[in-house]
């Protein structure tokens, strides 16, 4: 894949770029759907610095929205191996998860994220959605409940919740 202009002249400072700027970058290469650009772009940043964190979201969140999630969870989990707290890692890993149908792991992933901030209306929301997939549709209505309590405007849970209450009465009525 062809590199642009604007990319190629920032590679000379991969050293020297701060976290801020890399997801800039970023950010603006995503905007414009570029996510294989994305990827070889954070590929140079881990060249010169192996560890940078930021690169490796970034690259885990390209990777993702190409749906090449065990990818993308990959690079979560390097940043699970240094801070196994990160947040941003863990709800992408949780989101990635949830999308490939490994609805425990994701709970699991959900409740890492729940031992850290209880009131995590997104890890509620995805907690919910895998169990919702896997029928359990009390316990995911309950996610939901703890999330509007939080956050009661929330349009992504309360499309959780109507979508879980339909299917509940389905097989209630099956």
Not at 7 to 24: A, P
Request: hydrophobic share 35%.
């Amino acid at each position: 894949m062809k590199i642009s202009k604007k990319l190629k002249s920032f590679n000379w400072r991969f050293s020297y770029m701060s976290d801020e700027s890399i997801n800039k970058k970023c950010d603006e290469l995503m905007e414009h759907a570029k996510y294989d650009e994305v990827i070889e772009f954070c590929d140079n940043i881990l060249k010169k610095d192996q560890n940078s964190i930021d690169a490796k979201i970034n690259k885990g969140y390209a990777l993702a929205f190409l749906e090449k999630f065990e990818s993308a969870i990959e690079c979560y989990d390097q940043i699970l191996k240094r801070d196994l707290n990160n947040s941003n890692a863990l709800h992408a890993k949780c989101l990635a998860l949830n999308r490939l149908g490994k609805y425990e792991s994701a709970i699991e992933c959900s409740n890492d994220i729940l031992r850290l901030d209880k009131t995590n209306t997104y890890a509620l929301n995805n907690k919910g959605f895998a169990l919702g997939r896997m029928g359990k549709y009390d316990e995911a209505l309950e996610c939901c409940d703890e999330a509007l309590q939080v956050k009661s405007d929330d349009q992504e849970i309360l499309k959780l919740r109507n979508w879980l209450k339909q299917e509940s009465e389905s097989v209630k009525q099956s």
